[in-house]
C-alpha cells in the first residue's frame, strides 16, 4: 500500500490516492459528468496528463477547444467552489507555460487501467450499477489499504461483482442502498476465492 500511496502531484487522503491509481476517481468523474450535463458516456473521454496541468477540456461543435489550466494545487478549486461566480485574487501560484514547457496526453490503456472501463460499463449499465461500482470499489480498496488484498486485487473484485449483479432500472433510494449493500457483501466474499 505504501507505494501506492505516493502520488507524483497531489496530497490526498489515502482512499482518492488509490482511486487516481486505479484511474477509477476517473470514472467517477465520467459518470458525474454524464449526469451533470447530460452527456452521452461515448461523448466523455479520459487522457492521462502526467503534468497535472490541464484539468479539463470541452469540445464544441465546431471542433475547437476550451481547456482549464492551473498548477496542480486544490485550493484553487475549492476557493471557486466556495465563491462561485466570483473568483480570489492569488489563491494559488501562476502558471508559467514557459517554465512547463510541454504538456503530453496518453490514452490510457484498458488493461492497465481496467476499473476506469468498469465505470464506464456501469454507466452504460445504469440503474443499480454505478451504486455496486462503488460500493465494490470501496471494500476492494479498503481492503487493498489494510494489506488483505493485492493492489492487482482490486480490479478483478469489482469485475466479479458486477458480473454477478442483476441491474434494477429503478434509481430510488431504497434500491440504491439495496444495491449497496449486496454489493459490498458480495465483494467481501470475492475477496475469499482469490
Known sequence: PEEALQHPRWKMGKKITIDSATLMNKGFEVIEAHHLFGLP????????????????????????????????????????ALTYPHRIDNVIDGLSLHEIGTLTFKKPKKISFPCLWYAYQALEAGGTMPSVLNAANEVAVSSFLKG????????????????????????????????????????ERKMKTL
Not at 441491474?167 to 431504497?174: A, C, G, T, Y
Open 41 to 80: 458516456h461515448q461523448c466523455i473521454d479520459v487522457v492521462i496528463h502526467p503534468q497535472s496541468i490541464v484539468h479539463s477540456i470541452v469540445e464544441f461543435n465546431d471542433r475547437s477547444c476550451i481547456a482549464q489550466l492551473s498548477v496542480p494545487d486544490m485550493k484553487g478549486p475549492i476557493a471557486y
Open 148 to 187: 488483505i488484498i493485492r493492489f492487482t486485487d482490486i480490479p478483478v473484485i469489482i469485475k466479479k461483482t458486477m458480473e454477478e449483479h442483476t441491474v434494477r432500472p429503478d434509481m430510488e433510494l431504497h434500491a440504491v442502498i439495496e444495491a449497496d449493500q449486496w454489493a459490498r457483501k458480495t465483494a
